[in-house]
Structure formats: C-alpha cells, structure tokens
C-alpha cells in the first residue's frame, strides 16, 4: 500500500514538474511572437523604396546646378554638408539608425563611419568633385575630432574638406552654434548649405529652435543657400 502511494505521488510530481516546464515554454513563445509584431518604422520603410532615391539625386542635381552660380561670387565661397545620408552611405545610414540607434538620439558620426565601413555614397562624392572643380571650399558639418577618418579618405580620393568649430554640443535638446558657418555668412562667403535637418539652419541664424521659429524669418535668413534633403531618421 505504501509503496503505491509513493508511486501516485512521484507521479503527481512528474506531472506538476511538466506542466510548469509546459508553462515556461508557453511564456517563451509568447515573448517570441511580441518580439515578431514590434512596430516598423515606416519611415524607413519609404527611403527603401524608389521615391527616397529619386528624391535624393534630384535634391543633390538641383544643388549642382546651383554651383556655377555660387561660384561667380568671387573666390573664398564655402559650401557646408551633412555626413549622414549625405556623404556615408545612405544605405548604411539607414541600417545605423535601425539597427544601432533610435531615430533622435544622440550619435557620432564616427561610429557612423565605422559602422559603414566608410562607406560614401557615389552622388555625395561626384558632388564634391564638381565643387572642387569650381574652386568651392567644402566644411563638414561637424567638428574635426568626429570626421578625422572621413577627412583622411576623402583626401586619398584628392579632395579636400574642412570640419567646422563647432560651440556646444550637438545633441538633441543642446544648444550647439557652428562657428565657422556664422563666420563666413557675415563675411558674405556663405554659398550653400546641403543638410537633412532645418535644425542645422539654426547654427547661422541664431535661432533657438528652426523647426518652432518662423518660416518668413528663416527665409530672410537663409533664402535659396538652404537645400534640405529627405531624412528618414527624422521621419
């Protein structure tokens, strides 16, 4: 009798210790399916597509055709860029942001680089032959201590760029002022401004925040030396 009694309760046991075990799997499994269903950025989804593509060569196209002109001016005109999409890949850039940050948050540029392998996107780099060939000086928009590597490449491909002084940081919710872009707008050296983010507008007009500030009042101040390409990062 005794001995079917412990028979009865090893077999309770075994089925307790299974169905717990039953329950860890069920809960694994439910994690699985949440981790399957996160929401996709649609933003990032659009700059796949054929629409992001064509709008970023028509941008860098229109900025082209604007050289000539900048360059009539006289010596010294500057013409300022962004690295991300612009100049790195913006396939790469896209796979940083999805993959490594969130859209928003602060990055360097350097690990951008990295992450891409140095990797520049063909038009960016045609761009900055054709100011070359004009005469143009090209300054990064960043500072030197975050494009040393991209400045060092470009130099290997025989052109030239600057990086800009930059006072403060640039990070979300900072206040970070480009020195060297201030400097040559009221020297009257400012050509042209290739960038993904009104923000960066911000660095010569002295605006607090471009995206709040007046659209008539950024106008005034920057007029058609603003050429702003698709971000998605920004959505």
């Known amino acids: 009798m005794m001995k079917k009694i412990i028979t009865a309760a090893l077999a309770i046991s075994a089925l307790a210790l299974t169905s717990c075990v039953g329950s860890a799997k069920a809960v694994v499994s439910t994690n699985e399916v949440v981790t399957k269903i996160k929401p996709v950025n649609t933003a990032f989804e659009w700059s796949k597509g054929g629409e992001f593509a064509y709008l970023y060569l028509q941008t860098f ?3 082209e055709s604007k050289l000539d002109a900048v360059a009539s001016k006289g010596t010294g005109q500057a013409i300022f860029i962004d690295a991300p999409f612009l100049l790195i890949d913006p396939v790469a850039t896209t796979r940083f942001f999805t993959d490594v940050v969130e859209p928003g948050t602060a990055f360097r540029i350097n690990e951008l680089a990295g992450f891409s392998k140095n990797t520049y996107s063909e038009r960016g780099i045609a761009f900055l032959r054709a100011c070359s060939e004009r005469g143009l000086m090209v300054y990064i928009l960043a500072n030197e201590k975050e494009i040393t590597g991209i400045i060092q490449d470009l130099s290997r491909m025989q052109i030239e760029v600057m990086p800009c002084m930059i006072e403060g940081e640039i990070i979300p919710g900072s ?11 009221n020297g009257n050296r400012l050509g042209m401004i290739l960038t993904t983010s009104l923000g960066e507008a911000s660095g010569f007009t002295g605006m607090t925040d471009a995206m709040r500030e007046s659209a008539s009042q950024l106008y005034q101040e920057v007029a058609d030396k603003l050429i702003l390409f698709p971000n998605p990062a920004f959505n």
């Not at 206040?175 to 707008?185: G, P, R, S, Y």
Request: no cysteine; hydrophobic share 55%; proline share 0%.
């Open 175 to 185: 206040m970070a002022q480009n020195m060297t872009l201030m400097e040559l707008k």
């Open 61 to 63: 196209d229109l900025a």
